[in-house]
């Protein structure tokens, strides 16, 4: 049973537009969630994260929303790069905790065209 | 500061053998998880160390698998013997806190581990 799903496995956006990718979670416990990117031949790398107790979170050209009652997240990035392109995994937590383990989305791959 | 590091990077081995992963976490990181992704899939956590103790095991497949981190230092995972279903990308990852807010995980490269 996959509690942590994105339902699309690739998106393709125009340099400059904005990219947004989604990520919904069955488990109500879940209270922290992160996104990660990773590229080809690399681990995947830290790119944002976000409380239960807020709805938005934004780092540079990243934002991160949740809609709790949804359960549902969504990573926006405008504007979209080149080296934007890779894929992005969601990944969600419990704060009281079991001991930190991420559970994973099986990722969307993003493209962006020049 | 060095990050985490996985050793050997691809390893391809027979249906049957024994095959040892490596991981060297951050220095200072107490936390070290072991993550696995097949063929594509979603990566699924397999075990969590706290220093040297194994603080969640609940991902592990099956007693074919086995972890250990001596020391609180590296740890290594070992496959013996490898099944087929095996084959798959074998990720460490390394946080210095395991509190949620804070649990910031640094991933190696990987192993990606072939079972013909």
């Known amino acids: 049973d996959q509690q942590v799903k994105q339902n699309s496995p690739s998106l393709s956006v125009q340099e400059g537009r904005i990219s947004i990718l989604n990520c919904d979670y069955t488990?109500?416990?879940?209270?922290?969630f992160l996104w990660y990117k990773k590229y080809p031949a690399e681990g995947p790398t830290f790119l944002i994260s976000?409380?239960?107790?807020?709805d938005k979170n934004e780092d540079g050209r990243f934002t991160v929303f949740l809609n709790k009652s949804a359960k549902h997240l969504s990573l926006h990035i405008v504007p979209s790069q080149p080296g934007d392109s890779a894929v992005y995994f969601c990944?969600?937590?419990?704060?009281?905790?079991?001991?930190?383990?991420?559970?994973f989305g099986q990722g969307t791959e993003l493209s962006v065209k020049p | 500061e060095a990050g985490v590091t996985q050793f050997p990077s691809h390893s391809v081995i027979e249906k049957g053998q024994t095959v040892t992963l490596r991981c060297d976490p951050i220095?200072?990181?107490?936390?070290l998880y072991w993550y696995r992704r097949v063929m594509g899939k979603e990566i699924k956590f397999l075990l969590h160390?706290?220093?040297?103790?194994?603080?969640?095991e609940s991902g592990m497949p099956n007693n074919r698998f086995l972890a250990e981190r001596t020391g609180g230092t590296y740890s290594t995972l070992k496959v013996q013997p490898a099944e087929l279903e095996d084959s798959g990308v074998y990720f460490c990852?390394?946080?210095?806190?395991?509190?949620?807010?804070?649990?910031?995980?640094?991933f190696g490269a990987g192993t990606r581990l072939s079972v013909l």
């Open positions: 220095s200072g990181h107490d936390n």
């Open positions: 976000i409380s239960s107790i807020k």
């Open positions: 990852a390394s946080s210095r806190t395991a509190i949620a807010a804070k649990n910031i995980q640094y």
């Open positions: 990944a969600a937590s419990r704060f009281y905790n079991q001991g930190g383990k991420l559970i």
């Open positions: 160390f706290v220093k040297e103790s194994k603080q969640d």
């Open positions: 488990n109500s416990m879940f209270d922290y």
